[in-house]
């Protein structure tokens, strides 16, 4: 099987690379045995404080009470902008993508932080002191980054909403964080499609009684509804507003922002980061996992809707003074071949997607990528699901033409930022594998008792210690927070995630805990089963569920969609069904398969096993939280192939 393929680390890589192996091992054991020392060299390092902290942490995972930096002044926006004006004030900040290829732009930091600062006082004006949460719904536009940076700048806590998420989703989040103030935009563009916005935003509102003010954002610049008593335009602030905002001074532990999860799992939790910790773990994180260099153009296709949007679109790179491409668009539109076409107009160096993209470009043929350059490239990323062998081989080889180094980063909402991820110099690749921690992280795995296993094990993924990116609290409940992470294994940060580890100390992301199915008494983790069903040549996409079954305790039910062009029938089945046999064994086999013309996913991409496990057990009444499913229609569409079963 592809898993036993071992890339090692490239020369050339290594030789420009921040960081090659030795010094990951050092540096590695110096984060563990003296993480105080550690973590205060690295904020001093990278980032620039108005005032030194007097203790580096204090943490009691009990209670959830966790503390970075204490009585440590900084301000994030002033890390990201101000400190880089005299040394690379007139380089490119943010190079925005449109939706259509025609249109683009770009934003120096000098421009960026002038456009930051009348923005800040543009809130100020409208009553928003420190502490106060300003929701934020604005496609990939450069003004979401200038909302963001300026929301830091005052003090005010942002609340992102994805800007695809509808009405009924955005007030519930504007509610649950008791936001005065939300910023939209007229309409956004999606892969050649318009996106009602401002109607979206109005539909909140009105639900919201504490909402008082939305300022909207032109982008079609087509007629919208609008309310005077409470409706801002930004264009006609912004032209009156001042360039002069000092920054407001704020604490490490002071909050930055407030951010949904996916809602893969259950309801959305608003996961709180706060100041320092937040900061700095994302810039250096994006420092090393991308060995970013002074000069390269980096490129994460995240929405700012997501974690992966806010650590590394803008926090990281932008607090490590690096030029960020924002992307409007979707990987399909004009064509399959349009992140490729970008990385070529824009000559990006890194790279950073995540599976449901690439399994999705793969499923078109390599044509779309072969037809394109890539010279550029040098990194390529992979987030927010296991990524398949069969995938990552087809990532490195036709995407990287074998020249780029992929990393696997394992992280969530609630980390801040990668937690377990190869670094490009220093670690060899295992495609499928998420490797090894980063600096200062303890991974652990632990039974179901919360017994941690030594060497090659398989089991719960845990993590023993506090890091400077942790979340801090569930917003407005910090019960739930202690609940949700810390009761299971008490004394330990509980992920959700199993894992294995294998002979060479490298992890492997099973998938959710939840998701686990058992088997007669094996446990059976999807991931591995849904990598050996997309090792078949005509399938696009797998999911794999468990479901009672009288004798077995559960059986395997499996969603697989086919490639462009193929017809599903009974051979294939077949076919599938012995290779998941011979990749695996006999007890993985499925006990059916259904043809899924489209999977439920999240907004951000996720598989949503929780809805399958409920159409595989036809336990259809009650599907739970679907308020993230990026298309609902899928699932009616799964009901009624599963009714004809
Ligand atoms: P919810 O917590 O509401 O169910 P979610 O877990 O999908 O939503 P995120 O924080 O966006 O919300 O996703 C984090 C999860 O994504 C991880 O717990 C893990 O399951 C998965 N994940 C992210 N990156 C990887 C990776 N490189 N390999 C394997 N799994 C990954
Ligand atoms: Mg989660």
Redesign the pocket.
């Known amino acids: 099987m592809s898993e036993h393929h071992l890339y090692p680390v490239k020369p050339e890589i290594a030789a420009m690379a921040h960081i090659d192996a030795d010094q990951y091992h050092r540096l590695y054991r110096q984060s563990i045995s003296d993480p105080e020392g550690f973590w205060a060299e690295q904020a001093r390092q990278f980032l620039d404080w108005e005032q030194p902290w007097q203790q580096v942490l204090q943490c009691d995972f009990l209670n959830g009470d966790i503390h970075w930096f204490m009585g440590g002044k900084l301000n994030a926006s002033v890390n990201c902008l101000d400190r880089h004006l005299d040394t690379r004030g007139d380089q490119i900040a943010i190079i925005w993508e449109g939706d259509h290829p025609d249109y683009d732009a770009k934003l120096t930091y000098r421009e960026l932080h002038r456009e930051v600062c009348k923005f800040a006082n543009v809130l100020k004006a409208q009553g928003v002191r420190k502490g106060d949460r300003v929701c934020i719904y604005l496609p990939m536009i450069s003004e979401a980054a200038v909302a963001i940076l300026a929301c830091a700048r005052i003090g005010a806590v942002h609340s992102i909403v994805f800007g695809g998420f509808s009405a009924d989703a955005l007030r519930d989040r504007i509610l649950d964080a008791d936001c005065r103030l939300l910023i939209c935009a007229d309409e956004s563009y999606r892969g050649g499609k318009i996106v009602p916005a401002k109607i979206n935003a109005d539909k909140a509102a009105a639900q919201c009684p504490n909402l008082t003010t939305v300022i909207v954002i032109k982008h079609t610049g087509h007629a919208i509804p609008w309310h005077p008593e409470r409706d801002i335009c930004y264009r006609a602030a912004m032209a009156e507003a001042s360039a002069d905002c000092p920054p407001e001074t704020m604490d490490a532990e002071d909050p930055l922002f407030i951010l949904y999860?996916?809602?893969?799992?259950?309801?959305?939790?608003g996961v709180l980061h706060t100041t320092g910790g937040y900061l700095l773990y994302a810039a250096m994180t994006h420092k090393y996992v991308f060995d970013y260099h002074d000069g390269d153009v980096y490129w994460c296709t995240a929405d700012i809707g997501?974690?992966t949007g806010h650590s590394y679109v803008l926090y990281g790179p932008l607090c490590n003074g690096a030029t960020t491409l924002m992307f409007e668009g979707v990987p399909t539109y004009p064509a399959a071949d349009r992140f490729w076409q970008v990385v070529d107009k824009h000559q990006v160096n890194i790279f950073y997607t995540a599976p449901t993209a690439i399994r999705a470009l793969m499923a078109q043929g390599d044509g779309y990528v072969t037809r394109t350059d890539r010279g550029s490239l040098r990194i390529l990323g992979?987030?927010?699901?296991?990524?398949n062998p069969e995938a990552w081989e087809w990532y490195y080889h036709v995407v990287g033409g074998a020249r780029c180094p992929i990393v696997?980063?394992?992280?969530?909402?609630?980390t801040g930022g990668i937690l377990i991820t190869p670094l490009p110099g220093a670690t060899d690749l295992k495609p499928g594998s998420?490797t090894l921690p980063f600096f200062g992280i303890k991974p652990a795995i632990v039974d179901n008792d919360g017994h941690i296993l030594d060497g090659v094990a398989e089991g719960n993924l845990v993590i023993t210690d506090s890091w400077p990116g942790q979340m801090r609290s569930v917003y407005g409940d910090h019960d739930r927070f202690i609940e949700t992470y810390f009761k299971k294994f008490p004394g330990l940060y509980f992920?959700?995630?199993g894992a294995k580890r294998d002979e060479h100390g490298y992890y492997w992301?099973t998938?959710?805990v939840d998701d686990v199915i058992n088997v007669s008494g094996h446990r059976l983790g999807t991931?591995e089963i849904e990598s050996a069903l997309v090792l078949h040549h005509d399938v696009a996409e797998a999911a794999v569920v468990g479901f009672p079954h009288a004798i077995k305790g559960q059986g395997i039910y499996a969603y697989v969609t086919l490639n462009a062009g193929v017809q599903p029938n009974d051979e294939l089945k077949k076919q599938l069904k012995e290779l998941v046999k011979e990749e695996i064994s006999a007890i993985a086999l499925p006990d059916f398969i259904q043809w899924a013309p489209g999977l439920p996913k999240?907004r951000?991409g996720?598989i949503m096993r929780r809805i399958l496990r409920k159409i595989a057990a036809n336990d259809i009444g009650n599907l739970g939280d679907t308020s993230t499913l990026a298309d609902p229609a899928v699932v009616d569409d799964l009901l009624a192939q599963r009714a004809r079963q």
Do not use: F, L, Y
Not at 382 to 387: K, R, T
Not at 408 to 414: A, G, K, S, V
């Open positions: 999860t996916s809602g893969s799992t259950g309801k959305p939790k997501w974690i992979s987030v927010g699901e296991p990524i696997d980063t394992w992280w969530q909402t609630e998420a992920a959700g995630d992301i998938g959710r991931a999240t951000s996720k």
